[in-house]
């Protein structure tokens, strides 16, 4: 179960890493939070594609190998585990979205 932990007045809550007991298929880290939906899905692709664009920039993939790449990059991905076919929605959505 993740808490939420107090904070001052004004701060964003931030919340308490579920315990090592809690369903492992239920997070994804994410500036210390953990997440199990589309938006943190999207999130984790678009920052992959971003990483991968800048460490090999002449990687001579077309898009669809690319996306194929990233998919595999996050088959750890807790939305990716419990939902494929929909993150393989969503992947192929970023790249139409964002013209990547």
């Not at 492992?24 to 997440?35: C, D, E, G, H, T």
């Amino acid at each position: 179960m993740t808490r939420v932990l107090r904070q001052p007045y004004g701060s964003a809550p931030m919340l308490e890493p579920p315990s090592p007991a809690g369903n492992p298929l239920s997070r994804l880290v994410i500036q210390n939070q953990v997440f199990n939906n589309a938006d943190s899905y999207a999130q984790a692709f678009d920052e992959a594609w971003q990483e991968h664009e800048r460490r090999n920039p002449c990687h001579n993939l077309n898009v669809d190998e690319k996306v194929a790449w990233i998919q595999e990059q996050l088959h750890e991905h807790p939305f990716q585990l419990n939902q494929p076919q929909r993150a393989a929605e969503v992947a192929v959505f970023r790249v139409r979205l964002l013209g990547l």
